[in-house]
């Protein structure tokens, strides 16, 4: 009998194979496109993640914009304030954080890949998200790959606060790993973000503000009433039927394949995610 | 003395760094928002690149589409006819091409990188593309990075003739290597077919003839007037400037990264390209 393919798998899945991110740790970016919905991360980042609900829950984004979409890298939202303008004020949120490039290895359960990398020991799954560890330093951290989530910075380490956020939108920079502090990733509507026009400034940046995408809201799911809210199923990361899907990724039987890979890279695994009607 | 940043390399550059891409393997592809430039690769494949010289030459992308819209995967265009509809004919182009997913190794003048990968023993550049290669097998390919063109193909492996192209968007999708033909990377403008709004189609298919993207023109280089070229130089992949280029891109130096990543994937490299004025 042949493997089954990713699509055979997910038909046979049972409910246990799936869960409902918690709607405390869902954003909802409401763009004239529609919804994008991200899941953040408080096993990673603990401190962002708190001051991010804090932004949502006071509207801190709603009427800002999407000021920067560099072609395979980043888009970039929050307040771009002019100069000598004010900047927004953040309300009931923490204007300093500390960094959280990283976190203890104890304590996160990690479904581990077989597959070599070359930027980290060990890649895998953490509570659903792209993730890497190194077992000498007793640290792990959540991979920068498409659609990651993650609170911009300026050159001190502990320069982020969350307000001004990037969504992976190209080819996984892992060299960011470890350098910045990532708070989450985009599960549904990432074709929102990844088309915005390109900005035409160093790095991306829409230098005309009539460029900018308009952000009509960010709230947290566990804010918006049950009826509005989009719901989500995530295939689980640590079940065999997941290690089943990815393998049906890592070597491809369909029919149009001539030659398995043998392999697939971290962010080559798109976790798959269903809409419920 | 701390190494140069990849800015500083490319400064101290000399024009024997950079080459001028041939105009007879070099395709413009003029949409309503500019032109894309794109590199055949005839020593990957040199009969679906002499099947695309004689389509651009003959006008056949002209009027034409882009059609799909994948996210995170590829855009791809040609003719794409409706149930009932007789394809566009081409001309004097083959209509049957044997398949070119591999090479010799013999003969294919290769810039290995030190970088481990997952997917083929050795990674390297070869005529300033990205490509990978297995001696063990005496066999080379062009591996699929950002900005990769390819010729689309059904079930048979030699079921591409050139007519319909793909480019990849999205993280690097290596498990095609060696499954399908690729023909070339664009240089320049690829801005300009990574924000082309997703197909709500299956596999990102505009269903909608109207969400299709129209090709004004696909023309050779060396079919346009001089004058109205786009003057492109690109960075050598066969230098030592070039290697220091790489490494400051393994290891980045400027004053905002705390941790050099000391590993780069072979698809993070982006071969710098200069338009000359």
Same mark, same amino acid.
């Given at each position: 009998?042949?493997?089954?393919?990713?699509?055979?798998?997910?038909?046979?899945?049972?409910?246990?194979?799936?869960?409902?991110?918690?709607?405390?740790?869902?954003?909802?970016?409401?763009?004239?496109?529609?919804?994008?919905?991200?899941?953040?991360?408080?096993?990673?980042?603990?401190?962002?993640?708190?001051?991010?609900?804090?932004?949502?829950?006071?509207? &801190?984004?709603?009427?800002?914009?999407?000021?920067?979409?560099?072609?395979?890298?980043?888009?970039?939202?929050?307040?771009?304030?002019?100069?000598?303008?004010?900047?927004?004020?953040?309300?009931?949120?923490?204007?300093?954080?500390?960094?959280? &490039?990283?976190?203890?290895?104890?304590?996160?359960?990690?479904?581990?890949?077989?597959?070599?990398?070359?930027?980290?020991?060990?890649?895998? &799954?953490?509570?659903?998200?792209?993730?890497?560890?190194?077992?000498?330093?007793?640290?792990?951290?959540?991979?920068?790959?498409?659609?990651?989530?993650?609170?911009?910075?300026?050159?001190?380490?502990?320069?982020?606060?969350?307000?001004?956020?990037?969504?992976?939108?190209?080819?996984?920079?892992?060299?960011?790993?470890?350098?910045?502090?990532?708070?989450?990733?985009?599960?549904?509507?990432?074709?929102?973000?990844?088309?915005?026009?390109?900005?035409?400034?160093?790095?991306?940046?829409?230098?005309?503000?009539?460029?900018?995408?308009?952000?009509?809201?960010?709230?947290?799911?566990?804010?918006?009433?049950?009826?509005?809210?989009?719901?989500?199923?995530?295939?689980?990361?640590?079940?065999?039927?997941?290690?089943?899907?990815?393998?049906?990724?890592?070597?491809?039987?369909?029919?149009?394949?001539?030659?398995?890979?043998?392999?697939?890279?971290?962010?080559?695994?798109?976790?798959?995610?269903?809409?419920?009607?």
């Amino acid at each position: 009998m042949r493997p089954r393919t990713t699509q055979e798998l997910l038909d046979a899945s049972t409910p246990a194979d799936w869960r409902r991110p918690d709607p405390a740790s869902t954003l909802y970016m409401e763009l004239e496109g529609g919804r994008v919905v991200i899941e953040l991360a408080p096993d990673f980042a603990p401190e962002h993640v708190a001051n991010i609900r804090t932004l949502a829950k006071e509207g &801190f984004w709603d009427g800002l914009t999407i000021y920067r979409s560099q072609d395979n890298f980043v888009v970039q939202f929050g307040d771009i304030t002019g100069e000598g303008e004010a900047p927004k004020p953040i309300g009931g949120a923490r204007a300093a954080l500390p960094a959280e &490039f990283s976190r203890p290895i104890e304590g996160l359960a990690f479904h581990a890949l077989p597959d070599r990398d070359g930027w980290a020991p060990e890649t895998g &799954f953490a509570g659903g998200f792209p993730a890497a560890r190194d077992p000498a330093e007793g640290q792990a951290w959540m991979a920068h790959c498409y659609g990651t989530l993650g609170a911009g910075r300026d050159m001190a380490a502990d320069s982020s606060n969350g307000t001004e956020l990037y969504v992976v939108i190209g080819q996984a920079p892992r060299q960011l790993d470890r350098n910045i502090t990532q708070v989450g990733r985009v599960l549904h509507g990432m074709e929102l973000l990844s088309v915005v026009p390109r900005g035409t400034g160093p790095l991306g940046f829409h230098e005309d503000p009539s460029q900018r995408v308009p952000i009509k809201a960010v709230r947290l799911a566990s804010e918006v009433p049950e009826t509005e809210r989009t719901d989500l199923q995530v295939l689980r990361t640590d079940t065999p039927l997941f290690d089943a899907v990815v393998e049906s990724r890592r070597n491809r039987r369909d029919d149009w394949y001539l030659r398995p890979a043998g392999h697939i890279d971290l962010c080559n695994i798109a976790v798959p995610v269903r809409v419920v009607d």
